[in-house]
């Protein structure tokens, strides 16, 4: 902390320059929420059990997040704290796309029949690929956050607007990554990406992810060369034995130990309501696309009518993104209007449990729509289709008020953990993980159990919503006055 506070902040442009790096994850996050549940169910995994695959994301969330961030304070590479984990991290990104996007080609290689429904080969590439794809995410996330607060040293102006470029860039790669994924020709740039053993779809999520590759490496190649990252060395030898005293052996699990035990009542509140609250929204990261497919359109995998589904649910996913960078800009006012940012987070809850219940009746007209005319298939009516599309933009309004007003609360509420900032930013995150990991083991099966489909899944999460709204006002206290300056200062959150 004494290191923080001699350094001078950094000028903008290279806050400016890490911050973009947000946009090349969230340019493969994005596809990874609007593509590759529908994909993988195209290499012949059941839908009741494609959720099960998501559980990496929560998985790695839980460990590699907290440990990377404690490894990059502490870290004393002459390369410096942050920049050995943001490379390792691009590179890992680099060959888990390329393992996703030729997990048929491969699998073809190593003897599938592409004949055959499952493609037992194909389903374990895209598998390994998909969790060195989340670890590789969680080695990138905590270790840019953590970089823009190193660079701004303590300067809360800088901070607040060094946060406000990461929310900017989030927001791009978000709309980047939805946009090409609702592009169907995208693999016409590519010609050598449709193959024997992969079609039309399996070809556009191989070139949407060559250009996610190229965005990523450019942006961390300029950040890596451009940004200096000083070598961590402690202040004295007495701030040495402070640390191992009050970590017991200076070690992440007795820092980690030592936050959890600090928490006050608040805090646990604060992750309680958290917790519930996703529980609403993995439902729909899981199953936004699929929804539009299946219950939208009224295809099946590998139908045209179900491509169509996933190619409008990725453009819904894009006006979300819009919507959710300007909505982010007017959360602290908004705060304020209603009286508190709880008050606030309460009344997104019940918009989002709204939306959620609303999937019911739209799935319900479509689907009555096509039993009257079948040539609605693949291509609903113009009512069900705004429908639908005003669902995606409406809950990028809750979505926006998701990703900063918890991590705002948390700073307040536990300022005196004691943790360090990398790792301050993965405790939080045990509160979003773990509902997630609840979610991708059940939902599949709970669909199955009501039938199929994706609906039982979406209202379980209104019902989740529900009861965060309601607690949020019961059992979260109010900030004080003074500390609600923070909470513009918050960068947004991400699914991991």
């Not at 729909?284 to 009518?305: H, I, S």
């Not at 113009?382 to 926006?400: H, N, T, Y």
């Not at 307040?412 to 083991?441: C, D, E, H, K, R």
């Not at 039938?451 to 206290?477: E, H, R, S, T």
Request: glycine share 8%.
């Amino acid at each position: 902390m004494e290191e923080q506070q001699k350094r001078k902040p950094s000028p903008l442009r290279k806050m400016v320059a890490v911050s973009s790096i947000a946009a090349g994850i969230q340019f493969g996050w994005a596809l990874q929420l609007s593509l590759l549940t529908p994909y993988v169910q195209t290499l012949g995994v059941p839908h009741a059990w494609a959720s099960f695959i998501w559980l990496c994301g929560p998985i790695s969330g839980l460990v590699v997040q907290p440990i990377v961030g404690y490894c990059s304070d502490h870290c004393k590479s002459p390369f410096g704290r942050r920049r050995p984990f943001i490379l390792a991290g691009a590179l890992f990104v680099a060959i888990a796309i390329i393992l996703i996007g030729f997990a048929a080609d491969i699998g073809h290689l190593a003897g599938d029949d592409i004949t055959q429904k499952t493609r037992p080969r194909a389903v374990a590439i895209f598998v390994i690929g998909f969790w060195i794809l989340d670890v590789a995410n969680n080695m990138l996330q905590g270790p840019c956050r953590a970089f823009l607060g190193d660079l701004a040293a303590g300067d809360q102006k800088k901070t607040r607007t060094a946060n406000s470029f990461y929310s900017f860039f989030m927001a791009v790669g978000n709309v980047l990554g939805y946009a090409a994924g609702s592009y169907d020709d995208l693999h016409k740039i590519f010609p050598f990406t449709e193959t024997e053993a992969c079609n039309v779809f399996c070809a556009n999520l191989k070139s949407c992810f060559f250009f996610s590759i190229v965005l990523l490496l450019v942006l961390c190649i300029i950040v890596l060369s451009c940004v200096n990252d000083p070598q961590f060395i402690p202040a004295s030898e007495e701030m040495k034995d402070d640390e191992a005293e009050n970590t017991h052996l200076s070690c992440f699990c007795g820092e980690l130990c030592v936050a959890f035990k600090g928490l006050k009542k608040p805090m646990w509140m604060l992750m309680l309501v958290t917790a519930i609250t996703w529980i609403a929204w993995f439902p729909y990261v899981l199953f936004d696309t699929d929804w539009m497919g299946r219950e939208v359109y009224g295809g099946d995998v590998g139908q045209k009518a179900y491509d169509n589904g996933v190619h409008a649910g990725s453009l819904g996913l894009m006006l979300n993104s819009v919507v959710l960078a300007v909505a982010s800009l007017g959360v602290e006012p908004l705060g304020r209007l209603v009286g508190g940012v709880k008050w606030l987070w309460a009344i997104v809850n019940v918009i989002l449990a709204v939306c959620m219940a609303m999937t019911v009746p739209i799935a319900k007209i479509a689907e009555r729509q096509r039993a009257l005319n079948p040539a609605l298939i693949g291509n609903p009516s113009m009512d069900v289709k705004a429908g639908s599309l005003a669902f995606f933009c409406v809950l990028g309004i809750p979505l926006a008020v998701t990703y900063s007003v918890p991590f705002a609360l948390a700073s307040i509420y536990s300022s005196n953990t004691g943790a360090g900032q990398g790792l301050s930013l993965g405790l939080l995150n045990v509160a979003i993980v773990v509902p997630q990991m609840i979610v991708s083991a059940i939902s599949g099966p709970w669909d199955a159990w009501f039938g199929g489909g994706n609906l039982p899944a979406f209202v379980l999460g209104a019902v989740a919503a529900a009861i965060a709204a309601i607690l949020a006002v019961v059992v979260l206290p109010n900030p004080k006055k003074k500390d609600a300056t923070k909470i513009p200062s918050l960068s947004m959150g991400s699914f991991h």
